[in-house]
Nanobody, 115 residues
Framework: QVQLVESGGGLVQPGGSLRLSCAASGSIFSLHTMGWYRQAPGKQRDLVAQISTGGATNYADSVKGRFTISRDNAKNTVYLQMSSLKPEDTAVYYC?????????WGQGTQVTVSS
């Protein structure tokens, strides 16, 4: 079993930045592919960014060049650095951990981009 705890969400003005963190426990973190998803009201949950065990990354087209995912295996933590935020980035952001057929979710953290 893996426990994931997100932090770092909040209210930010358009053009601003936030860094989300996700602390993992309960398994060997370095063996898990980690990702960030988001879900806006009335919409499905979509992948934002993902980082493999080897450090390879992929991003949704809508965030390329603005968001950066990284991981610190020594701290069992994955980060999402978000810059040039737009109102359409407003959503609940969820941390995801995956190894083989098993995946786990955090409780989510709200990000609101508004003036």
């Amino acid at each position: 079993q893996v426990q994931l705890v997100e932090s770092g969400g909040g209210l930010v003005q358009p053009g601003g930045s936030l860094r989300l963190s996700c602390a993992a426990s309960g398994s060997i973190f370095s063996l898990h592919t980690m990702g960030w998803y988001r879900q806006a009201p009335g919409k499905q949950r979509d992948l934002v960014a993902q980082i493999s065990t080897g450090g390879a990354t992929n991003y949704a087209d809508s965030v390329k060049g603005r968001f950066t995912i990284s991981r610190d295996n020594a701290k069992n933590t994955v980060y999402l650095q978000m810059s040039s935020l737009k109102p359409e980035d407003t959503a609940v952001y969820y941390c995801n951990s995956r190894r083989g057929l098993r995946q786990y979710w955090g409780q989510g953290t709200q990000v609101t981009v508004s003036s």
